[in-house]
């Protein structure tokens, strides 16, 4: 499975994606039972509120091949800090489809 994730631009200067990067290597949430990941790449919601990330969504699986696209924690968690998450899975599923729309689960991390 080839996979893009895409999280929060605000957080792009504090978080490396460290605890996405390593859920996947962990197979949570969706992932698990995934033998094979290729990571596309960790892309940006390109900003409040958002606008880009459908576009950025469908081009990943357009134009680069991508199964599945994953958002961050930092975008879909409800108790986090976007204010647009509900109109960010709104747009993003209608841009690409709900079963191309995986979710990571990072409740089981030790750092
Ligand atoms: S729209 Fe949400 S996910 Fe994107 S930068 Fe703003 S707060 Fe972060």
């Not at 091949?65 to 108790?79: F, H, P």
């Amino acid at each position: 499975m080839k996979l893009g994730i895409i999280r929060c631009a605000n957080k792009e200067a504090t978080c490396g994606a460290i605890s996405c990067l390593q859920a996947v290597k962990d197979r949570t949430g969706d992932l698990t039972g995934v033998k094979k990941v290729t990571l596309f790449g960790v892309l940006t919601c390109g900003g409040c509120p958002g606008k880009k990330i459908a576009i950025r969504a469908r081009r990943m699986i357009q134009d680069e091949g991508v199964d599945k696209v994953c958002l961050a924690d930092c975008i879909s968690n409800q108790t986090d800090n976007c204010p647009w998450n509900n109109n960010i899975l709104d747009s993003v599923e209608s841009a690409i489809g709900k079963k191309r729309l995986i979710y990571l689960d990072r409740s089981k991390e030790e750092i």
